[in-house]
Every structure is written in C-alpha cells, then in structure tokens.
C-alpha cells in the first residue's frame, strides 16, 4: 500500500471526509473497488465503492463524489446502506433543482 493510500485509510477510518484533486484520486483508486456507478445528470458520478481498513480489516464502505471538474470527495460510511441513502438523498435534490 502507498505511503498515500494509506495515509488516506487512517483519515477515512477516523471519520475524515476526504477532499482530494481528480490526480490524486486516480493515483489511489486501486484501492477502493467500485461497487456502484451512480450517474447524476448534474453533479458527474457517485461512486459506491468498497474502502480499506487499517491493518488488513475487513473493508467498510465509501461514496465518492466529484461536487466540481477535476475535484473528488470521498465520504466514509460503516455499512453499505448508509452510503446509498446518501446517495439518494444526493439523487432527490438533483431532481428538485431540475424541477427549478
């Protein structure tokens, strides 16, 4: 594992929201399996994907998400379907702004 990636792993574990330029989450996506390809219509993709615990743990789960061209954001969540009820949320207000 990358002095990055797991650097990245420690600060996803302790709750961090993880703010990170379009490079940087390219370098370490390697690490994070995607599970789901959530397209927005306005806000690029949410990616569901599958985030690695410190030690060699089983994995946990986290959303990561593109709020502007060439910036990601990656969200910790426990269990999966904390993670897709974000995603819905997320999904609802999209659709409130395209009903103006």
Do not use: H
């Not at 600060?11 to 599970?35: C, D």
């Not at 969200?75 to 103006?100: C, K, V």
Request: net charge neutral.
């Amino acid at each position: 594992m990358s002095d990055r990636l797991a650097t990245l792993v420690e600060q996803l574990a302790g709750g961090a929201i993880v703010p990170l330029a379009e490079a940087e989450w390219i370098a370490v996506a390697g690490g994070f399996p995607t599970r789901d390809i959530v397209p927005t219509g306005l806000a690029g993709e949410i990616l569901l994907v599958r985030r690695p615990l410190p030690g060699g743990k089983k994995q946990a789960w986290a959303l990561v998400e593109q709020p502007e061209t060439g910036k990601r954001v990656i969200r910790p969540f426990a269990r999966q379907d904390e993670a897709r009820a974000l995603i819905a949320e997320r999904l609802a207000a999209y659709e409130r702004m395209w009903d103006g």
